[in-house]
Nanobody
């Protein structure tokens, strides 16, 4: 059974950066390099929104309001995803979670204070 565990969240100040990590295990029969991956977030009082994705055969791209500040990367040897988040604002405060195919993690909280 595929399991995703996020880490790296925390409380930071406006303008600071974080690197979030998503460790993927239980991939027996699942080829990591052939999976669509992404990062989403759920801010207080808001719906889930995608912030980065890497579709098969397509360059990694960040989306929406985080364009240019968030970068998804992957280590296909370690079956790990990363989300580099730069120049954080208070609006980036949210629970961040990763996805691999149809599997999702539980999330890591990022809180940005003034």
């Amino acid at each position: 059974q595929v399991q995703l565990v996020e880490s790296g969240g925390g409380t930071v100040h406006v303008g600071e950066s974080l690197r979030l990590t998503c460790t993927c295990t239980g991939l027996s029969g699942v080829v990591f390099t052939k999976q669509r991956v992404g990062w989403d977030r759920r801010a207080p009082g808001k719906e889930v929104g995608r912030v980065a994705k890497n579709d098969i055969g397509i360059e990694t791209r960040d989306v929406g309001s985080v364009k240019g500040r968030f970068t998804l990367s992957r280590d296909d040897v370690r079956n790990t995803l990363y989300l580099q988040v730069n120049n954080l604002t208070s609006e980036d405060t949210a629970l961040y979670f990763c996805s691999l195919g149809t599997s999702w993690g539980q999330g890591t909280q990022v809180t940005v204070s003034a």
